[in-house]
C-alpha cells in the first residue's frame, strides 16, 4: 500500500477534492492498524473512491465516537465533533492548519476521519527552526481562540512540503479557560495585522446567524461554547496581542 499524493502534498485547491474523497470514499483499515500512542480509539484507514480510474487510496486518521474516553470536564460523545469544528474554524481564518477533516459513518460507527500527512515522527515543536515562527503564530493564536487544551509538542507535524501542521483538537471549545500549550514563544507580543484581519472576519462569520460557518457551528458545539467562541475573539482582537499564562495549568502534559 503507497499512500496518495495528497497525504504527501495537500494545498489549499486540494482541499475540497480531499474532502469528498474522506467523506465518500470506501473504508479499510490499514495495516498499521491501531495507532496506539492515542488516548483515544485511533486507527489509520485507507479511503478508495469507486471510480474508473481512480488514484490510489487515500490515507487518513480516523476517530470512532464510540471509542472516546470519557472525560469529567468535556460531555461524552462530542470530542470527533469538536476536531471537525477546528478544521472549519482553521478552514475559516484560511490558516491552513488542521488538515482536511469530515464527520462520517466508518467501520467503528461515526466519527472523524482526518486526512493522514505523511511526516517524520521525530520532527515535532521542539525541533523547529527560526522559519517556522510565522506558522507557530498562526498557531498559538488558533490555540486560544478554540480553547485548545492540549497542544503537545508532538501535535505540531511538518508535511514533506515543509507545511506545518497541528492535529488532535478533539479538546477544545469548552466554555472555561481550558489552553494547555508548548506554545508560549509570542506571549504578550503583539499580533501581526494581517492575523488579526484574519481573526475580525472570522468573528463576523461565527456571530452572523446566517453565515455557514456559524450554521455548522450550531450543529457541533453548544450555544455557550459558541458565546465563549466569540467572547475570546473579542478579547484577543480588543488586545490585539497574544495571550499570557494565567492561573492554573497551562502546559501540558506530557509535553510531547
Same mark, same amino acid.
Given at each position: 500500500? $503507497? /499512500?496518495? =499524493?495528497?497525504?504527501?502534498? #495537500?494545498?489549499?485547491?486540494?482541499?475540497?477534492?480531499?474532502?469528498?474523497?474522506l467523506?465518500?470514499? @470506501?473504508?479499510?483499515?490499514?495495516?498499521?492498524?491501531?495507532?496506539?500512542? !492515542?488516548?483515544?480509539?485511533?486507527f489509520?484507514?485507507?479511503?478508495?473512491?469507486?471510480?474508473?480510474?481512480?488514484?490510489?487510496?487515500?490515507?487518513?486518521?480516523?476517530?470512532?465516537?464510540?471509542?472516546?474516553?470519557?472525560?469529567?470536564?468535556?460531555?461524552d460523545?462530542?470530542? #470527533?465533533? @469538536?476536531?471537525?469544528?477546528?478544521?472549519?474554524? !482553521?478552514?475559516?481564518?484560511?490558516?491552513?492548519?488542521?488538515?482536511?477533516?469530515? &464527520? @462520517?459513518?466508518?467501520?467503528?460507527?461515526?466519527?472523524?476521519?482526518?486526512?493522514?500527512?505523511?511526516?517524520?515522527?521525530?520532527?515535532?515543536?521542539?525541533?523547529?527552526? =527560526? !522559519?517556522?515562527?510565522?506558522? &507557530?503564530?498562526?498557531?498559538?493564536a488558533?490555540?486560544?481562540?478554540?480553547?485548545?487544551? /492540549?497542544?503537545?509538542?508532538?501535535? #505540531?507535524?511538518?508535511? *514533506?512540503?515543509?507545511?506545518?501542521?497541528?492535529?488532535?483538537?478533539?479538546?477544545?471549545?469548552?466554555?472555561?479557560?481550558?489552553?494547555?500549550?508548548?506554545?508560549?514563544?509570542?506571549?504578550?507580543?503583539?499580533?501581526?495585522?494581517?492575523? &488579526?484581519? /484574519?481573526? *475580525?472576519?472570522?468573528? #463576523? *462569520?461565527?456571530?452572523?446567524? $446566517?453565515?455557514?460557518?456559524?450554521?455548522?457551528?450550531?450543529?457541533? &458545539?453548544a *450555544? !455557550? =461554547?459558541?458565546?465563549?467562541?466569540?467572547?475570546?475573539?473579542?478579547?484577543?482582537?480588543? @488586545?490585539?496581542?497574544?495571550?499570557?499564562?494565567?492561573?492554573?495549568?497551562?502546559?501540558?502534559?506530557?509535553?510531547?
Amino acid at each position: 500500500m $503507497t /499512500d496518495s =499524493e495528497f497525504n504527501r502534498v #495537500c494545498r489549499p485547491q486540494d482541499v475540497p477534492r480531499i474532502l469528498r474523497w474522506l467523506a465518500e470514499g @470506501r473504508m479499510r483499515e490499514a495495516h498499521q492498524g491501531v495507532l496506539r500512542w !492515542s488516548s483515544n480509539s485511533t486507527f489509520l484507514v485507507t479511503l478508495a473512491l469507486d471510480e474508473p480510474n481512480a488514484p490510489e487510496a487515500l490515507l487518513a486518521v480516523y476517530k470512532p465516537q464510540r471509542g472516546e474516553r470519557p472525560l469529567w470536564d468535556f460531555p461524552d460523545g462530542t470530542l #470527533c465533533r @469538536r476536531e471537525y469544528a477546528a478544521f472549519l474554524v !482553521s478552514q475559516a481564518l484560511g490558516w491552513q492548519i488542521v488538515p482536511p477533516t469530515v &464527520l @462520517r459513518d466508518g467501520l467503528r460507527g461515526f466519527g472523524s476521519v482526518q486526512l493522514y500527512i505523511a511526516h517524520n515522527p521525530e520532527v515535532n515543536y521542539f525541533t523547529l527552526d =527560526e !522559519s517556522f515562527r510565522p506558522a &507557530l503564530m498562526k498557531i498559538a493564536a488558533f490555540d486560544y481562540v478554540i480553547n485548545n487544551a /492540549d497542544r503537545k509538542g508532538g501535535h #505540531c507535524i511538518v508535511g *514533506e512540503d515543509g507545511h506545518l501542521w497541528g492535529i488532535d483538537h478533539g479538546i477544545g471549545f469548552h466554555t472555561a479557560p481550558k489552553l494547555r500549550t508548548v506554545i508560549w514563544d509570542f506571549a504578550g507580543e503583539p499580533i501581526p495585522q494581517d492575523l &488579526l484581519a /484574519d481573526l *475580525e472576519r472570522l468573528y #463576523c *462569520e461565527v456571530e452572523t446567524p $446566517t453565515e455557514p460557518l456559524r450554521y455548522a457551528l450550531n450543529e457541533l &458545539l453548544a *450555544e !455557550s =461554547e459558541i458565546n465563549a467562541l466569540l467572547a475570546r475573539l473579542r478579547k484577543l482582537i480588543q @488586545r490585539r496581542e497574544y495571550p499570557r499564562p494565567g492561573p492554573g495549568p497551562n502546559y501540558p502534559w506530557p509535553p510531547v
